[in-house]
């Protein structure tokens, strides 16, 4: 008997997209949500959060692609100037947004006063740190994009530059996990 | 770090580009420009924060810096970004002017990667450990007492 199979390029490409999207949707509610909590600044902190979740995303996909560089095999280069663009600009985002959130943060009868009251090395050690290290990636992610414009394709040639570059993009992501954990334990700590 | 000035030794052949298709030397300078530019930006970010913790005149000089940015200053609720919009801006124009002075300087240079890439490493992890008070509020406090600055 016949026992025709799918076909598995198309439904292991359908998987990968399907399982993609449903933890994209699932991940940006985390903070999606934030659109309806009970507080004047739910705004503020559904676009921080929703902007921060995106960047990390894109971010973490980047260093997905960043190991073809680092093994000098082929990649779409056009494909991941985009995406090295895209990452930077919500990672922008990110930040722009960080220090929209963070004027409420500091503000009278916020998470500052209330952490400082209640938990003091909540705020004098890990918000003095993650404030900072949030904006690590932005830099670090502006140099990736220059230097995958800059070179264009030809980068190809000098698989040391290849190299560096997913390092960048590695060590970008490393600190997107450390503002995003350290961001999301505040968040949990005090609410806006 | 500096190597030499053509790339011929970095050149790989690859199966859809080769030298022949390069008008011009594949020069490393402008990434070591870009990466060190933003390490010196970071850098600036850290050393703005630490000094404007010192005294109060040093945190409104830090703060005054930013005062360009909606927001910057305020009071009540919802709150301000304060100094950190100073850090922020300094930060920025380090960073800025570094880069185009660097890239001015060694876009036609080229560099060991290889040799950069564990500064990048290790200036990253200090970076990060100046940020970790804890660790770095001591170290801190022993330069500033240097300069005869105590904590405020």
């Known amino acids: 008997m016949d026992h025709p199979a799918i076909d598995a390029h198309q439904l292991t490409k359908f998987l990968i997209r399907f399982q993609a999207i449903c933890a994209l949707v699932l991940l940006l509610m985390v903070s999606g949500l934030d659109f309806f909590f009970p507080t004047q600044y739910a705004l503020k902190a559904a676009v921080h959060g929703i902007s921060a979740i995106s960047a990390l995303v894109v ?115 490393f600190f997107l996990m450390l503002g995003f954990v350290s961001g999301l334990i505040l968040a949990k700590l005090r609410f806006v | 770090m500096k190597t030499h000035q053509s790339n011929s030794n970095h050149a790989p052949k ?51 810096y930013g005062y360009w940015m909606p927001g910057s200053t305020g009071t009540g609720p919802d709150g301000s970004i304060g100094n950190y919009s100073g850090k922020e801006t300094l930060a920025l124009i380090v960073w800025g002017v570094a880069w185009l002075l660097f890239h001015y300087l060694w876009r036609k240079q080229d560099f060991s990667l290889r040799a950069l890439t564990p500064l990048f490493i290790g200036t990253l992890i200090f970076l990060m450990l100046g940020l970790f008070h804890p660790i770095i509020d001591p170290v801190v406090l022993f330069i500033a007492g240097l300069f005869g600055y105590a904590a405020s």
């Open chain 2, 14 to 64: 690859s199966d859809h580009l080769d030298d022949s298709e390069l008008k011009m030397p594949l020069y490393s300078g402008p990434i070591v420009a870009a990466t060190l530019s933003a390490l010196l930006g970071l850098f600036t970010l850290v050393v703005t924060h630490h000094v404007s913790r010192l005294t109060k005149g040093l945190d409104q000089m830090i703060h005054s």
């Open chain 1, 59 to 173: 971010g973490t996909f980047i260093t997905h692609r960043a190991y073809f560089l680092l093994r000098g095999a082929r990649t779409n280069y056009k494909s991941l100037r985009k995406w090295t663009a895209a990452a930077t600009l919500l990672n922008f985002l990110g930040a722009v947004s960080g220090n929209w959130i963070y004027m409420r943060y500091r503000g009278q009868d916020g998470p500052r006063d209330w952490i400082l009251k209640n938990v003091p090395d909540f705020h004098n050690v890990l918000m003095e740190f993650k404030e900072f290290v949030s904006l690590f990636p932005f830099p670090l992610m502006v140099v990736a994009t220059f230097t995958l414009f800059y070179y264009k394709d030809h980068i190809h040639l000098r698989h040391d530059m290849k190299q560096f570059i997913a390092i960048i993009m590695m060590t970008s992501w």
